[in-house]
Protein backbone atom coordinates (compact mmCIF):
# COMPACT_ATOMS: atom_id res chain seq x y z
CA UNK A 1 0.00 0.00 0.00
CA UNK A 2 1.70 3.33 -1.18
CA UNK A 3 1.69 6.38 0.69
CA UNK A 4 -0.97 7.90 -1.55
CA UNK A 5 -3.25 4.89 -0.90
CA UNK A 6 -3.15 5.41 3.06
CA UNK A 7 -3.31 8.89 2.64
CA UNK A 8 -6.56 8.13 0.75
CA UNK A 9 -8.20 5.74 3.10
CA UNK A 10 -7.54 8.04 6.58
CA UNK A 11 -9.13 11.39 5.01
CA UNK A 12 -11.48 10.05 2.28
CA UNK A 13 -12.87 6.36 3.24
CA UNK A 14 -16.76 7.02 2.97
CA UNK A 15 -18.26 6.82 5.94
CA UNK A 16 -22.26 6.59 6.58
CA UNK A 17 -24.18 8.53 9.55
CA UNK A 18 -24.17 5.87 11.95
CA UNK A 19 -26.68 5.39 15.58
CA UNK A 20 -23.65 6.06 18.34
CA UNK A 21 -24.68 4.81 21.84
CA UNK A 22 -23.01 6.79 24.72
CA UNK A 23 -22.47 5.00 27.95
CA UNK A 24 -22.70 7.11 31.22
CA UNK A 25 -23.80 6.22 34.44
CA UNK A 26 -23.60 9.23 37.10
CA UNK A 27 -22.80 6.69 39.95
CA UNK A 28 -19.07 6.76 38.47
CA UNK A 29 -18.82 10.54 40.39
CA UNK A 30 -19.02 8.63 43.54
CA UNK A 31 -15.33 7.78 42.50
CA UNK A 32 -13.59 10.68 44.12
CA UNK A 33 -9.92 9.80 45.38
CA UNK A 34 -9.06 12.67 46.79
CA UNK A 35 -9.67 16.66 45.97
CA UNK A 36 -6.39 17.40 44.72
CA UNK A 37 -6.60 14.19 42.28
CA UNK A 38 -6.21 14.42 38.46
CA UNK A 39 -8.41 11.82 38.22
CA UNK A 40 -11.12 13.49 39.56
CA UNK A 41 -15.04 13.75 39.07
CA UNK A 42 -15.17 16.68 37.27
CA UNK A 43 -13.46 14.70 34.14
CA UNK A 44 -16.59 13.03 33.38
CA UNK A 45 -18.70 15.86 34.34
CA UNK A 46 -17.32 17.74 31.40
CA UNK A 47 -17.31 15.17 29.17
CA UNK A 48 -21.19 14.81 29.85
CA UNK A 49 -21.87 18.77 30.19
CA UNK A 50 -20.05 18.95 26.14
CA UNK A 51 -22.08 16.13 24.69
CA UNK A 52 -25.44 17.17 26.29
CA UNK A 53 -25.31 20.60 26.12
CA UNK A 54 -24.88 20.30 22.15
CA UNK A 55 -25.80 16.93 21.28
CA UNK A 56 -24.22 15.23 18.53
CA UNK A 57 -26.43 13.89 15.91
CA UNK A 58 -27.13 10.17 15.39
CA UNK A 59 -26.07 9.79 19.32
CA UNK A 60 -27.86 8.17 22.33
CA UNK A 61 -27.32 7.49 25.83
CA UNK A 62 -27.77 4.96 27.78
CA UNK A 63 -26.71 2.98 31.48
CA UNK A 64 -24.48 -0.35 31.41
CA UNK A 65 -25.14 -2.98 34.30
CA UNK A 66 -22.41 -3.08 36.75
CA UNK A 67 -19.96 -6.05 35.58
CA UNK A 68 -20.59 -9.75 36.85
CA UNK A 69 -17.70 -11.38 39.13
CA UNK A 70 -17.73 -14.05 36.34
CA UNK A 71 -16.54 -10.81 33.23
CA UNK A 72 -14.01 -9.41 35.74
CA UNK A 73 -12.53 -12.91 36.53
CA UNK A 74 -11.76 -13.79 32.96
CA UNK A 75 -8.82 -11.02 33.54
CA UNK A 76 -8.41 -10.73 37.18
CA UNK A 77 -7.19 -12.97 39.89
CA UNK A 78 -9.75 -13.93 42.60
CA UNK A 79 -7.44 -12.55 45.17
CA UNK A 80 -7.29 -9.46 43.55
CA UNK A 81 -11.13 -8.89 42.80
CA UNK A 82 -11.54 -10.05 46.94
CA UNK A 83 -8.82 -7.15 47.93
CA UNK A 84 -11.40 -4.68 46.23
CA UNK A 85 -14.41 -5.48 47.05
CA UNK A 86 -13.20 -5.53 50.23
CA UNK A 87 -12.56 -1.57 49.98
CA UNK A 88 -16.57 -1.27 49.36
CA UNK A 89 -17.83 1.99 51.24
CA UNK A 90 -13.78 2.52 52.34
CA UNK A 91 -11.40 4.75 51.88
CA UNK A 92 -7.96 3.83 51.27
CA UNK A 93 -4.73 4.36 49.17
CA UNK A 94 -4.01 1.57 47.23
CA UNK A 95 -0.43 2.78 46.14
CA UNK A 96 1.04 6.42 45.93
CA UNK A 97 -1.51 7.07 42.59
CA UNK A 98 -4.28 4.92 43.07
CA UNK A 99 -6.97 5.64 46.05
CA UNK A 100 -10.42 4.38 46.73
CA UNK A 101 -13.36 6.62 48.08
CA UNK A 102 -16.52 5.30 49.51
CA UNK A 103 -18.27 5.35 46.32
CA UNK A 104 -15.13 3.50 44.32
CA UNK A 105 -15.73 0.55 44.28
CA UNK A 106 -19.45 0.42 42.53
CA UNK A 107 -18.01 3.06 39.98
CA UNK A 108 -15.39 0.52 38.61
CA UNK A 109 -17.94 -2.43 38.46
CA UNK A 110 -20.20 0.75 36.61
CA UNK A 111 -17.29 1.45 34.44
CA UNK A 112 -16.72 -2.75 33.63
CA UNK A 113 -19.77 -3.22 32.73
CA UNK A 114 -20.34 -0.01 30.65
CA UNK A 115 -17.18 -1.38 28.54
CA UNK A 116 -18.89 -4.64 28.34
CA UNK A 117 -22.58 -3.21 27.24
CA UNK A 118 -20.64 -0.89 24.95
CA UNK A 119 -18.80 -4.40 22.96
CA UNK A 120 -22.19 -6.23 23.38
CA UNK A 121 -24.04 -3.26 21.39
CA UNK A 122 -22.04 -3.37 18.68
CA UNK A 123 -21.83 -6.88 18.22
CA UNK A 124 -25.68 -7.44 18.38
CA UNK A 125 -26.75 -4.66 16.94
CA UNK A 126 -27.90 -2.39 19.06
CA UNK A 127 -25.47 0.10 18.01
CA UNK A 128 -23.33 0.99 14.96
CA UNK A 129 -20.68 2.35 17.47
CA UNK A 130 -20.28 3.13 21.02
CA UNK A 131 -18.28 5.44 23.50
CA UNK A 132 -18.36 4.09 27.00
CA UNK A 133 -17.64 7.18 29.44
CA UNK A 134 -16.18 5.65 32.19
CA UNK A 135 -14.08 6.02 35.56
CA UNK A 136 -12.06 5.28 36.84
CA UNK A 137 -10.09 4.13 33.65
CA UNK A 138 -8.47 0.57 33.42
CA UNK A 139 -5.41 -0.13 30.57
CA UNK A 140 -3.11 -0.15 33.88
CA UNK A 141 -5.02 -2.42 36.14
CA UNK A 142 -2.69 -5.98 35.88
CA UNK A 143 -4.30 -9.44 36.88
CA UNK A 144 -3.65 -8.58 40.56
CA UNK A 145 -2.82 -5.50 41.15
CA UNK A 146 -4.49 -2.14 40.63
CA UNK A 147 -2.36 0.59 40.05
CA UNK A 148 -1.90 3.93 37.54
CA UNK A 149 -6.07 5.10 38.51
CA UNK A 150 -6.92 1.99 37.46
CA UNK A 151 -9.16 -0.96 39.75
CA UNK A 152 -10.22 -2.92 37.06
CA UNK A 153 -9.37 -3.18 32.97
CA UNK A 154 -12.52 -2.43 31.49
CA UNK A 155 -11.19 -2.89 28.04
CA UNK A 156 -9.73 -6.20 28.71
CA UNK A 157 -12.22 -7.22 30.65
CA UNK A 158 -14.52 -6.49 27.38
CA UNK A 159 -12.14 -7.80 24.69
CA UNK A 160 -12.45 -11.31 27.00
CA UNK A 161 -15.90 -11.38 27.44
CA UNK A 162 -16.15 -10.81 23.54
CA UNK A 163 -14.06 -13.46 23.17
CA UNK A 164 -16.46 -15.99 25.72
CA UNK A 165 -19.76 -14.79 25.00
CA UNK A 166 -20.55 -12.84 21.76
CA UNK A 167 -18.03 -15.35 19.38
CA UNK A 168 -15.43 -12.94 18.45
CA UNK A 169 -12.24 -14.47 16.91
CA UNK A 170 -10.03 -11.95 15.73
CA UNK A 171 -10.40 -8.14 18.58
CA UNK A 172 -7.98 -5.03 17.95
CA UNK A 173 -7.16 -3.13 20.69
CA UNK A 174 -5.60 0.26 19.98
CA UNK A 175 -4.36 2.37 23.08
CA UNK A 176 -3.74 5.49 21.97
CA UNK A 177 -3.42 7.10 25.68
CA UNK A 178 0.04 8.91 26.50
CA UNK A 179 1.01 6.17 29.07
CA UNK A 180 1.81 2.58 28.27
CA UNK A 181 -1.35 -0.01 28.59
CA UNK A 182 0.84 -2.54 30.64
CA UNK A 183 -2.28 -4.36 32.22
CA UNK A 184 -3.83 -4.54 28.05
CA UNK A 185 -0.90 -5.72 27.38
CA UNK A 186 -0.11 -8.68 30.70
CA UNK A 187 -3.83 -9.76 29.82
CA UNK A 188 -3.00 -10.67 25.73
CA UNK A 189 0.65 -10.99 25.95
CA UNK A 190 0.47 -14.85 24.90
CA UNK A 191 -3.02 -14.76 22.73
CA UNK A 192 -2.67 -14.43 19.38
CA UNK A 193 -6.43 -13.47 19.08
CA UNK A 194 -6.02 -9.95 20.42
CA UNK A 195 -4.14 -7.88 18.76
CA UNK A 196 -2.59 -5.16 20.86
CA UNK A 197 -1.22 -1.82 19.40
CA UNK A 198 -0.21 1.01 21.93
CA UNK A 199 1.52 4.17 21.16
CA UNK A 200 2.78 5.92 24.42
CA UNK A 201 5.97 8.38 25.51
CA UNK A 202 8.47 6.96 26.49
CA UNK A 203 10.16 7.18 28.71
CA UNK A 204 7.06 7.12 30.70
CA UNK A 205 5.19 5.64 33.43
CA UNK A 206 4.68 3.05 33.76
CA UNK A 207 8.20 1.94 32.72
CA UNK A 208 6.79 -0.77 29.96
CA UNK A 209 5.92 -0.99 26.27
CA UNK A 210 9.37 -1.31 24.81
CA UNK A 211 9.23 -2.00 21.05
CA UNK A 212 10.87 -5.27 21.56
CA UNK A 213 8.00 -6.23 23.88
CA UNK A 214 6.18 -8.30 21.33
CA UNK A 215 4.45 -11.34 22.97
CA UNK A 216 5.37 -14.40 23.90
CA UNK A 217 4.10 -18.19 22.91
CA UNK A 218 1.48 -18.00 20.25
CA UNK A 219 0.81 -14.44 20.63
CA UNK A 220 4.45 -13.37 19.53
CA UNK A 221 4.14 -10.49 16.75
CA UNK A 222 0.57 -9.58 18.40
CA UNK A 223 1.82 -6.96 20.67
CA UNK A 224 2.57 -3.62 18.69
CA UNK A 225 4.62 -1.32 20.86
CA UNK A 226 5.12 2.10 19.63
CA UNK A 227 7.27 4.20 22.17
CA UNK A 228 7.28 7.68 21.09
CA UNK A 229 9.71 10.51 21.98
CA UNK A 230 8.19 13.33 23.82
CA UNK A 231 6.62 15.82 21.72
CA UNK A 232 5.15 14.75 18.59
CA UNK A 233 1.75 16.05 16.88
CA UNK A 234 -0.69 15.40 15.12
CA UNK A 235 0.86 14.72 11.95
CA UNK A 236 2.86 12.23 13.32
CA UNK A 237 0.58 10.31 15.06
CA UNK A 238 -0.99 10.41 11.79
CA UNK A 239 1.51 9.12 9.66
CA UNK A 240 2.14 6.10 12.54
CA UNK A 241 -1.10 5.42 12.13
CA UNK A 242 -1.19 5.26 8.45
CA UNK A 243 2.26 3.55 8.34
CA UNK A 244 2.30 0.97 10.88
CA UNK A 245 -1.26 0.46 12.36
CA UNK A 246 -3.44 0.34 9.04
CA UNK A 247 -1.43 -2.47 6.97
CA UNK A 248 -0.98 -4.17 9.96
CA UNK A 249 -4.85 -4.12 11.17
CA UNK A 250 -5.63 -5.02 7.32
CA UNK A 251 -3.31 -7.71 7.71
CA UNK A 252 -5.26 -9.19 10.35
CA UNK A 253 -8.62 -8.26 9.84
CA UNK A 254 -10.04 -7.79 13.16
CA UNK A 255 -14.20 -8.62 13.30
CA UNK A 256 -14.16 -6.08 16.70
CA UNK A 257 -12.06 -3.29 17.20
CA UNK A 258 -11.52 -1.29 20.59
CA UNK A 259 -9.77 1.28 21.38
CA UNK A 260 -8.29 2.70 24.89
CA UNK A 261 -9.35 6.42 24.49
CA UNK A 262 -6.86 8.61 26.49
CA UNK A 263 -6.33 11.89 26.31
CA UNK A 264 -4.06 12.84 28.37
CA UNK A 265 -1.47 13.06 24.58
CA UNK A 266 -3.23 16.78 24.19
CA UNK A 267 -0.92 19.64 23.88
CA UNK A 268 -2.84 21.02 26.87
CA UNK A 269 -2.42 17.97 28.86
CA UNK A 270 -0.48 18.27 32.54
CA UNK A 271 0.13 15.29 32.90
CA UNK A 272 1.64 14.30 29.42
CA UNK A 273 4.36 15.62 26.88
CA UNK A 274 2.62 15.27 23.83
CA UNK A 275 1.17 17.83 21.05
CA UNK A 276 -1.86 16.30 20.17
CA UNK A 277 -5.28 18.83 19.55
CA UNK A 278 -8.91 17.78 19.63
CA UNK A 279 -8.85 17.69 15.35
CA UNK A 280 -5.43 14.99 15.91
CA UNK A 281 -7.67 12.49 17.62
CA UNK A 282 -10.53 12.97 15.13
CA UNK A 283 -8.19 11.98 12.75
CA UNK A 284 -6.86 8.99 14.66
CA UNK A 285 -10.41 8.42 15.39
CA UNK A 286 -11.43 8.16 11.86
CA UNK A 287 -8.45 5.46 11.29
CA UNK A 288 -9.79 3.14 13.82
CA UNK A 289 -13.41 3.56 12.61
CA UNK A 290 -12.22 3.31 8.84
CA UNK A 291 -10.64 0.11 10.07
CA UNK A 292 -13.56 -1.43 11.89
CA UNK A 293 -15.69 -0.73 8.11
CA UNK A 294 -13.49 -2.63 6.13
CA UNK A 295 -13.10 -5.98 8.55
CA UNK A 296 -15.69 -5.61 11.34
CA UNK A 297 -18.77 -4.68 9.97
CA UNK A 298 -18.10 -1.08 11.71
CA UNK A 299 -18.14 -2.67 15.18
CA UNK A 300 -15.78 -0.31 16.93
CA UNK A 301 -16.44 1.03 20.64
CA UNK A 302 -14.18 3.13 22.36
CA UNK A 303 -13.28 3.07 26.36
CA UNK A 304 -12.42 6.47 27.86
CA UNK A 305 -8.85 6.06 29.88
CA UNK A 306 -7.08 9.14 30.76
CA UNK A 307 -7.32 12.87 29.98
CA UNK A 308 -6.69 15.52 32.81
CA UNK A 309 -7.45 19.35 30.93
CA UNK A 310 -10.82 19.55 31.35
CA UNK A 311 -11.68 21.81 28.48
CA UNK A 312 -9.26 19.12 26.31
CA UNK A 313 -10.57 16.02 27.66
CA UNK A 314 -14.42 17.18 26.66
CA UNK A 315 -13.28 18.48 23.33
CA UNK A 316 -11.18 15.96 22.30
CA UNK A 317 -14.13 13.04 23.20
CA UNK A 318 -16.75 15.43 21.40
CA UNK A 319 -14.93 15.49 18.36
CA UNK A 320 -14.04 11.32 18.44
CA UNK A 321 -17.83 10.96 18.45
CA UNK A 322 -18.40 13.12 15.61
CA UNK A 323 -16.23 10.99 13.65
CA UNK A 324 -18.03 7.84 15.38
CA UNK A 325 -21.30 9.71 13.83
CA UNK A 326 -19.84 9.72 10.79
CA UNK A 327 -18.19 13.22 10.29
CA UNK A 328 -14.89 13.59 7.84
CA UNK A 329 -12.02 14.05 9.40
CA UNK A 330 -9.33 16.75 8.03
CA UNK A 331 -5.95 16.53 7.79
CA UNK A 332 -3.14 17.87 10.61
CA UNK A 333 -2.07 21.51 10.39
CA UNK A 334 1.10 20.85 11.58
CA UNK A 335 4.13 19.75 9.82
CA UNK A 336 4.96 15.87 10.63
CA UNK A 337 7.99 15.40 13.29
CA UNK A 338 10.79 13.43 11.50
CA UNK A 339 11.62 11.68 14.62
CA UNK A 340 8.37 9.88 13.60
CA UNK A 341 10.01 8.09 10.87
CA UNK A 342 12.85 6.90 13.06
CA UNK A 343 9.98 5.16 15.03
CA UNK A 344 8.30 3.99 12.23
CA UNK A 345 11.74 2.41 10.80
CA UNK A 346 12.22 0.52 14.27
CA UNK A 347 8.77 -0.66 14.45
CA UNK A 348 8.96 -1.94 11.11
CA UNK A 349 12.53 -4.08 11.90
CA UNK A 350 11.02 -5.47 15.01
CA UNK A 351 7.31 -6.70 13.19
CA UNK A 352 8.94 -7.43 9.75
CA UNK A 353 8.43 -11.15 10.28
CA UNK A 354 4.71 -10.66 10.92
CA UNK A 355 3.48 -8.10 9.52
CA UNK A 356 3.35 -7.13 5.77
CA UNK A 357 5.08 -3.46 6.71
Not at 143 to 153: D, E, K, V, Y
Not at 179 to 190: K, L, V
Not at 217 to 224: A, E, K, L, N
Not at 268 to 273: L, Q, S, T
Request: charged residues 20%; hydrophobic residues 45%.
Amino acid sequence: MNAHTIAWLVYHHPAMPSDVLLLYDEAMLAHDPHPDHPERPDRLRAVRDALQQQPVPGTRWGVGPPAEREAIARVHSAAHIDRIESLRGQTAALDVDTAVSPGSVQAAHLAAGAAIDAVTAVVDGRAARAFALVRPPGHHAEHNRAMGFCLFNNIAIAAAHARAKLGCERILIVDWDVHHGNGTQQAFYRDSNVLFFSTHQSPFYPGTGAVDETGADDGIGYTVNVPLPPGLGDAAYRAIFAQLLIPIADSFAPDLVLVSAGFDSHRNDPIGGMMVTEQGFASLCAVVRDIADRHANGRLALILEGGYDLAALAGSVRACVEILAGSAARPPNDRCDPRSDTVVDLVRRVHAGTWPL
